[in-house]
């Protein structure tokens, strides 16, 4: 049954099921979304923040870190958008399911940043996308410490809303050169300043950009789509992460892939770089290179 969350006994497993995307989203069903996925990730922030303060840490087999909290969560979100769309496929972080490029699927990680999660600070998220035929066509980036949501829809733009306050569309930054730019960055894993060197040199493009910002996580996604960051890099990634900030991300105006350049495929790559213009995304990409 879509959306049933046994409990884990390991790690999640997933499978991928491949056919050729053709996407649509229509103005109805995006507003039949946001009435069903806001009030849930409200409810949702209601287990998240009133467990923050006692929680109980677990740690996976990959040596990742989870909490009653990131299951409960996935759970309530699963149930609401079962309740809508019965038949739609799902994949959340702690229950797995499939990742299908047919029909709609669901993505959903109930706690983007559960390190900053467990340490007490608001800079977590909860993410959840809708894809249509393997493409993003609906992402959203709740905030419930920060008491905001980003969401977007495939053209029909990306928006902001505070509290209960009016949704305002918002867009990225004008573009401005890498030597120039602030960026956002989560960790330092799988590149050249972890313990166990990964390709990518970030050493070298901490040295080339502006500003590095140590934001983290879904956090600075938001901040680049309203524009208070001109790129944001993670060099390691999953779908459950990547596919609702494409949208947001692409709404407002700004151009993503994964470290090797890649436009195409990005939500089955396993890193993923936002910025104002395709120009900086490259310029990015260019000094990260392995050698």
Same mark, same amino acid.
């Not at 923050?52 to 996935?74: F, L, N, P």
């Not at 166990?196 to 600075?220: E, K």
């Not at 770089?273 to 050698?291: D, E, G, K, Y």
């Given at each position: 049954?879509?959306?049933?969350?046994?409990?884990?006994?390991?790690?999640?497993?997933?499978?991928?099921?491949?056919?050729?995307?053709?996407?649509?989203?229509?103005?109805?069903?995006?507003?039949?979304?946001?009435?069903?996925?806001?009030?849930?990730?409200?409810?949702?922030?209601?287990?998240?923040?009133?467990?923050?303060?006692?929680?109980?840490?677990?740690?996976?087999?990959?040596?990742?870190?989870?909490?009653?909290?990131?299951?409960?969560?996935?759970?309530?979100?699963?149930?609401?958008?079962?309740?809508?769309?019965?038949?739609?496929?799902?994949?959340?972080?702690?229950?797995?399911?499939?990742?299908?490029?047919?029909?709609?699927?669901?993505?959903?990680?109930?706690?983007?940043?559960?390190?900053?999660?467990?340490?007490?600070? !608001?800079?977590?998220?909860?993410?959840?996308?809708?894809?249509?035929?393997?493409?993003?066509?609906?992402?959203?980036?709740?905030?419930?410490?920060?008491?905001?949501?980003?969401?977007?829809?495939?053209?029909?733009?990306?928006?902001?809303?505070?509290?209960?306050?009016?949704?305002?569309?918002?867009?990225?930054?004008?573009?401005?050169?890498?030597?120039?730019?602030?960026?956002?960055?989560?960790?330092?894993?799988?590149?050249?300043?972890?313990?166990?060197? !990964?390709?990518?040199?970030?050493?070298?493009?901490?040295?080339?950009?502006?500003?590095?910002?140590?934001?983290?996580?879904?956090?600075?996604?938001?901040?680049?789509?309203?524009?208070?960051?001109?790129?944001?890099?993670?060099?390691?990634?999953?779908?459950?992460?990547?596919?609702?900030?494409?949208?947001?991300?692409?709404?407002?105006?700004?151009?993503?892939?994964?470290?090797?350049?890649?436009?195409?495929?990005?939500?089955?790559?396993?890193?993923?770089?936002?910025?104002?213009?395709?120009?900086?995304?490259?310029?990015?990409?260019?000094?990260?290179?392995?050698?």
């Amino acid at each position: 049954m879509p959306g049933a969350c046994p409990r884990p006994p390991g790690p999640v497993r997933w499978r991928r099921v491949r056919h050729q995307p053709t996407p649509a989203l229509s103005r109805r069903e995006f507003d039949r979304i946001k009435a069903t996925v806001l009030p849930a990730l409200q409810a949702a922030s209601r287990i998240t923040l009133g467990r923050q303060r006692r929680v109980a840490i677990k740690r996976k087999r990959d040596g990742s870190e989870v909490t009653a909290a990131d299951r409960a969560a996935e759970r309530l979100l699963r149930r609401a958008i079962t309740e809508q769309w019965p038949g739609d496929a799902m994949l959340g972080e702690e229950y797995g399911g499939a990742l299908t490029d047919h029909g709609r699927c669901w993505l959903v990680d109930p706690i983007d940043g559960t390190a900053s999660y467990v340490l007490g600070l !608001g800079t977590f998220g909860t993410l959840l996308a809708l894809l249509v035929d393997g493409e993003p066509v609906f992402g959203c980036i709740h905030l419930p410490a920060m008491g905001e949501t980003t969401y977007a829809g495939a053209g029909l733009g990306c928006w902001l809303q505070r509290g209960s306050g009016r949704a305002r569309r918002v867009t990225v930054r004008e573009p401005r050169p890498l030597a120039a730019a602030e960026m956002g960055l989560t960790s330092y894993k799988a590149s050249d300043l972890a313990p166990r060197p !990964g390709p990518w040199r970030l050493s070298a493009l901490a040295r080339a950009v502006g500003r590095v910002r140590l934001v983290g996580d879904c956090v600075q996604y938001a901040l680049l789509c309203r524009g208070e960051l001109d790129a944001c890099v993670d060099p390691l990634m999953n779908p459950w992460d990547i596919a609702a900030l494409m949208p947001c991300v692409r709404e407002a105006g700004g151009s993503c892939g994964d470290l090797a350049g890649n436009t195409r495929g990005v939500l089955h790559a396993s890193s993923f770089v936002a910025a104002t213009s395709p120009a900086l995304r490259r310029a990015i990409c260019r000094r990260l290179r392995p050698r």
